[in-house]
C-alpha cells in the first residue's frame, strides 16, 4: 500500500507576520518568505503550513477574516502569493492554507450586510439570538442569551442595534461565529477552498474546526455552561467543541471539495478525545487526515481551574506518557496523529518542557528526538528548529497578543489579582512567546527587518539565530536536519508501532518502535539530572546500535543498565 505523502512529511508552520519583512515596514510578508526558502530546503521540510494571509483588520492577527479570497495589504498581493507558491513548489514543497471558518471578521462583506437586517440573505451566514429578558439592560446577565464567557474575555454575545438581536463570537467581538446550520453558508465555505485549491494550494490546517457545529436546543437556545467560577460569565469553550453535526458536516466538505484534490488536511480540534481523533481521521469513513489536538497542551494547567491555562502546574512526566500513549496507540492502524510540541498560540517548547539556559541546545535536540520518533505527521514551528526560548517582556505594554492583553486587563481589574502573578503566567504561556520575529542573524534585528519590528525580538538574537545554528554543526538546526532525514530513509519511523516502556519513571521518556522484525528503542531524558536506564529484561538486545544521539555515545554501554545525561537523547537499533 502505498503511502500518502502526508504520512512521511515534516510540516513547517510560518507564522507570516514574524518570518522576514521584505519592504522594512516591521511585519513579515509574502516575499519575504519567499527569500527564505533556502532556509527550510536545507532544513528538509516537505511542507509549509501557513497562518493567515487573507485580507483581515488584524483584530487576532489575521484570524479574522474580511476577504478569504484576497491578501492582506501588508503581507503583500495575490501576485507574491502566486510566485512563492511556485518557488515552494519548485523546491518540492508544499503548501497547506489556514482555514478559518469558524468565524470571519465583523469586516467582512457578509457580515456587513448581515448586520442590517434579518431579512438580508446573509443574515443568516452569522449566529443570532434575542435577548433572554426583552426587558432587561442590554448587555445584563438577565438579557444575555447565556452565560458563556469568549476565549478573549467578555460575553459572547455583542448586541447589534440595527436589528435588535445578539450575535454570537467565541473570541474576540470582531470574529462573527459562521452559522454551519445554513446550507448557503456552508457552500459559501467550500467554494472559497476550492479558489485556493485551484490555485495550487495543497490543503488546509483548519483553525477551530471542531467548534462549528453548535449545540442548539429545541427550542432554538444554546445552553448555559456549567458554573465553575463566581460571577455570572462561565467558560462556553466545551459546550461548543464536538457538536452534533460536526462529523456530518466534515464528510459533506471532503465529498464537496477534498476528495476531489490531492490534499492533506489537519483540524484545530480543541478538547477532542482519541474517540473523535479516531472519527475524524478514519481514512475510509472520516474526513480529515489527522487533528491537531490539545491533551498533551493542558498536562501543565491545573485541572478544571477557570483561569485555564493560565493556573500554572508543573508537569508530571508521567501524565505526557499516558496521553501520548493513549493518541499513538488508540490511532495506530485505523487513523493518523499531528507531532507538534509547538506553534503560534504556544508556549515555546525548549522553555515549557527543556531547559532555555544552560542545556538549551541539547533540551531542544532531546525534545525533537522525542517528537520526530513517534508515530505521525511532526510539525516545526519556526523557530524551533533554532531552540529558540520564550521571552519575558518586562510590561504588559510590551505584549500584543489580545488573548493576553484581555486576560491581563481582566485578572487585575476585574478580578483583583496580582500583576506580578499575572506576568508570571503570561511569561510561562502567553501567546507571544513564540511570536517574537524569527532570528536571522546576528546583524540590526536580527536580520528580520530593516524597520521596526512590530514585536519585540527575543534578546538573545546575537546569540540565537538561523545563521549561527547553520554554521554550527552541534546546533539544534543540523540535529532537527538529520531527524527530519531519518524519517525518509526508514518506513519503521512511519510504520512502525509504538508501546511505551517505564510508564512510571519521572524523568526517564523510553518507548520502541517496531516494523517486522526490526525494532527501535527511544530514550529520552526529561530532566536536568543524570538518570540510569534500565531496559525491561524482555526485550533483548545481546546486539545493538545508535541510530541517532544528541550526545557522543559513551562507549561499552549496557543497555541494561545505561547511564543517561541530562536532558541526553538516544536512538537505538536493537539488532536482537
Ligand atoms: O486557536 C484556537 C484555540 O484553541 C486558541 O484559543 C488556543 O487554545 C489558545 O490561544 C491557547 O492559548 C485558533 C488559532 O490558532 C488562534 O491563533 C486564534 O486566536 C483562535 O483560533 C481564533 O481564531
Ligand atoms: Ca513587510
Keep these: 500500500m502505498n503511502t500518502p505523502w502526508w504520512k512521511s512529511s515534516v510540516v513547517y508552520q510560518i507564522y507570516p507576520r514574524s518570518f522576514c519583512d521584505s519592504n522594512g515596514d516591521g511585519i513579515g510578508d509574502l516575499r519575504g518568505i519567499t527569500s527564505k526558502l533556502d532556509h527550510l530546503q536545507a532544513l528538509g521540510v516537505d511542507v509549509v503550513w501557513l497562518s493567515p494571509v487573507y485580507r483581515s483588520p488584524q483584530d487576532d492577527n489575521g484570524y479574522d477574516i474580511s476577504d ?13 502569493f502566486d510566485e512563492m507558491l511556485a518557488a515552494m513548489h519548485a523546491r518540492g514543497i508544499r503548501l497547506v492554507m489556514d482555514l478559518v471558518v469558524n468565524h470571519s471578521s465583523d469586516e467582512h462583506a457578509w457580515f456587513q450586510q448581515a448586520r442590517t437586517s434579518r431579512d438580508n440573505p446573509y443574515h443568516d451566514h452569522y449566529i443570532w439570538c434575542e435577548p433572554r429578558d426583552a426587558a432587561a439592560p442590554i448587555g445584563s446577565p438577565a438579557s444575555l442569551p447565556n452565560n458563556w464567557e469568549a476565549a478573549f474575555n467578555g460575553s459572547v ?61 429545541e427550542d432554538g437556545s444554546l445552553p448555559d455552561a456549567p458554573v465553575v467560577r463566581d460571577g455570572f460569565l462561565q467558560p462556553g469553550f466545551a459546550l461548543t467543541c464536538n457538536g452534533p453535526r460536526l462529523l456530518e458536516f466534515l464528510r459533506e466538505m471532503r465529498h464537496e471539495v477534498l476528495d476531489h484534490h490531492d490534499t492533506m488536511t489537519v483540524g484545530e480540534a480543541p478538547m477532542a478525545t482519541t474517540r473523535q481523533g479516531r472519527e475524524i481521521s478514519d481514512p475510509i469513513d472520516g474526513a480529515l487526515n489527522m487533528l491537531f489536538q490539545f491533551e498533551h497542551m493542558d498536562l501543565d494547567s491545573l485541572p478544571g481551574d477557570p483561569r485555564g491555562k493560565w493556573a500554572l502546574k508543573p508537569l508530571d512526566l508521567r501524565d505526557l506518557k499516558r496521553t501520548m500513549a ?29 531547559d532555555d539556559g544552560e542545556h538549551r541546545v541539547r533540551s531542544a535536540q532531546m525534545l525533537g528526538t522525542w517528537l520526530h520518533l513517534h508515530q505521525g505527521t511532526p510539525y516545526v514551528y519556526q523557530g524551533e528548529e533554532l531552540g529558540l526560548g520564550n521571552v519575558r517582556f518586562a510590561t504588559i505594554d510590551d505584549y500584543q497578543d489580545i488573548e493576553t492583553r484581555n486576560m491581563y486587563r481582566v485578572a487585575t481589574t476585574e478580578r483583583g489579582e496580582d500583576p506580578a502573578e499575572v506576568m508570571r503566567a503570561i511569561h510561562a504561556k502567553g501567546r507571544d512567546n513564540a511570536r ?22 527575543n534578546p538573545s538574537w546575537p546569540q540565537v539565530n538561523a545563521a549561527q545554528a547553520v554554521a554550527d554543526a552541534g546546533s539544534v538546526f543540523h540535529y532537527y536536519r538529520r531527524l527530519i532525514a531519518l524519517r525518509k530513509a526508514h518506513p519503521i519511523v512511519i510504520d512502525g508501532r509504538h508501546d511505551l516502556l517505564l510508564a512510571e519513571h519521572p524523568a526517564l521518556y523510553a518507548y520502541t518502535r517496531t516494523l517486522g522484525a526490526e525494532r527501535w528503542l527511544v530514550v529520552c531524558n526529561f530532566s536536568a539530572d543524570e538518570q540510569l536506564f534500565e531496559l525491561p529484561a524482555d526485550i533483548p538486545a545481546a546486539r545493538w546500535e545508535t541510530v541517532i544521539a544528541n550526545i557522543e555515545p559513551a562507549g561499552g554501554a549496557d543497555l541494561h ?16
Design 436 to 457: 517574537t520575529p524569527m532570528p536571522w542573524n546576528d546583524g540590526p534585528n536580527a536580520g528580520f527587518t530593516t524597520g521596526t519590528p512590530w514585536l519585540k525580538l
Design 68 to 80: 478569504y479570497r484576497d491578501i492582506a495589504p501588508e503581507f503583500g498581493t495575490l501576485a507574491d
Design 561 to 576: 543498565a545505561l547511564p543517561m545525561r541530562p536532558w541526553e537523547a538516544r536512538v537505538i537499533r536493537l539488532l536482537g
Design 157 to 217: 454575545w455583542e448586541w447589534n442595534e440595527p436589528t435588535g438581536e445578539y450575535y454570537l463570537h467565541m473570541f474576540s467581538r470582531k470574529q462573527p461565529d459562521l452559522n454551519w446550520e445554513n446550507p448557503a453558508l456552508r457552500q459559501e465555505v467550500y467554494a472559497l477552498m476550492r479558489f485556493w485549491l485551484e490555485r495550487g494550494v495543497d490543503g488546509f490546517r483548519m483553525d477551530v474546526i471542531n467548534m462549528i457545529s453548535k449545540p442548539w436546543r
Design 326 to 354: 493513549r493518541w499513538q496507540d488508540e490511532l495506530h492502524g485505523c487513523g493518523w496523529n499531528s507531532l507538534y510540541l509547538g506553534n503560534h498560540d504556544q508556549p515555546r517548547p525548549v522553555s515549557r518542557f527543556g
